[in-house]
């Protein structure tokens, strides 16, 4: 069993910058991929970006490529999102989730983890 905590979120002006962070309680946290999802209020849940466990191989979805840094710190169990240049349209809950696959799927289904989410608003 894995839990998850994120932490970060928050209100920020267009433009600016936020950091979330996902603590993870698995003892074998450097064997999962991890990945960042986000959902807007009448929306889909939708990838943003994964990271996977074995080389650090990482996705991003072209909305936030250029402008979104995922990373991860094994020592601490953490993953991190970096998020620059925010616009409003990225506003939504940020959801961390963790998958026992080697691979930085955009998919949902193979991520068997979830956070409970941390909100996320950009205002104009």
């Known amino acids: 069993q894995v839990q998850l905590v994120e932490s970060g979120g928050g209100l920020v002006q267009a433009g600016g910058s936020l950091r979330l962070s996902c603590a993870a309680s698995?003892?074998?946290?450097?064997?999962?991929?991890m990945a960042w999802f986000r959902q807007a209020p009448g929306k889909e849940r939708e990838f943003v970006t994964a990271?996977?466990?074995?080389?650090?191989?990482?996705a991003y979805a072209d909305s936030v490529k250029g402008r979104f840094t995922i990373s991860r710190d094994n020592a601490k169990n953490t993953v991190y999102l970096q998020m620059n240049s925010l616009k409003p349209e990225d506003t939504a809950v940020y959801y961390c989730?963790?998958?026992?696959?080697?691979?930085?799927?955009?998919?949902?289904?193979?991520?068997?983890?979830w956070g409970q989410g941390t909100q996320v608003t950009v205002s104009s």
């Open positions: 989730a963790a998958s026992g696959g080697n691979y930085p799927s955009r998919n949902r289904y193979p991520y068997n983890y």
């Open positions: 698995a003892r074998t946290f450097s064997s999962y991929t």
């Open positions: 990271i996977s466990w074995s080389d650090g191989t990482t």
